[in-house]
């Protein structure tokens, strides 16, 4: 009979032995998520939080490359300045970023680290 009981794989050192297995995929799973998930989650909250403060008069530049000057605002959509009198509406999303007084694109803040 103790023959089989041996055979099962006893019975403690199986239910650690399931644990021990899993403790790899834990450890894999935590340095994504303090590596990849978190930092991508903190850039998403300060980008949702750029477009929440816009405001007349904002040089901005879109992800498209296009630089101008907010001249219009509503829920969803920003007017921009392009030139002298020419205006294009673009998606409030389309938003990628502020610029700088010298008109270059501002340093993306880092999102932690």
Do not use: C, W
Not at 71 to 80: N, Y
Not at 81 to 91: L, N, P
């Amino acid at each position: 009979m103790t023959g089989i009981a041996y055979a099962a794989g006893g019975g403690a050192t199986g239910a650690a032995g399931g644990f021990a297995s899993f403790i790899p995929l834990i450890l894999i799973f935590g340095v994504f998520y303090f590596m990849l998930i978190r930092p991508q989650q903190k850039q998403a909250k300060l980008q949702q939080q750029f477009l929440d403060d816009l405001k007349n008069g904002n040089k901005v530049v879109t992800k498209g490359g296009i630089h101008g000057t907010i001249t219009g605002l509503t829920d969803s959509v920003v007017t921009l300045e392009i030139a002298d009198k020419v205006r294009i509406k673009v998606s409030r999303s389309a938003i990628g970023g502020p610029l700088t007084k010298e008109g270059a694109p501002a340093p993306v803040k880092s999102a932690g680290g």
